[in-house]
Nanobody
Framework: QVQLVESGGGLVQPGGSLRLSCAASKSIFRFYAMGWYRQAPGKQRELVALITRDNRITFAESVKGRFTIFADNTKNTVYLQMNTLKPEDTAVYYC??????????WGQGTQVTVSS
């Protein structure tokens, strides 16, 4: 079993920044990849950013150049730095750990609202 706890969401004005954190209950070296996903009301959950064990990174086209994903292995935490936020970034953001054949694990989500 793996517990993932997200934090850092909130209300921010357009153009602002937030940093989301995802703290894992196990060493993140165990996971093939960790990612951030988001789900806006009435929409499907979508990938935002992914970082693999060997530090390959993928971003959704809509966030390229604005968001960064990075990991602190000493804290078993993955971060999503979000800059130049737009109203369309409003969603619940979820962290996911890919543990291969042992399954995927999700956090409880954190709300991000971008509004003036």
């Amino acid at each position: 079993q793996v517990q993932l706890v997200e934090s850092g969401g909130g209300l921010v004005q357009p153009g602002g920044s937030l940093r989301l954190s995802c703290a894992a209950s196990k060493s993140i070296f165990r996971f093939y990849a960790m990612g951030w996903y988001r789900q806006a009301p009435g929409k499907q959950r979508e990938l935002v950013a992914l970082i693999t064990r060997d530090n390959r990174i993928t971003f959704a086209e809509s966030v390229k150049g604005r968001f960064t994903i990075f990991a602190d292995n000493t804290k078993n935490t993955v971060y999503l730095q979000m800059n130049t936020l737009k109203p369309e970034d409003t969603a619940v953001y979820y962290c996911k750990a890919d543990w291969g054949s042992l399954g995927d694990y999700w956090g409880q989500g954190t709300q991000v609202t971008v509004s003036s």
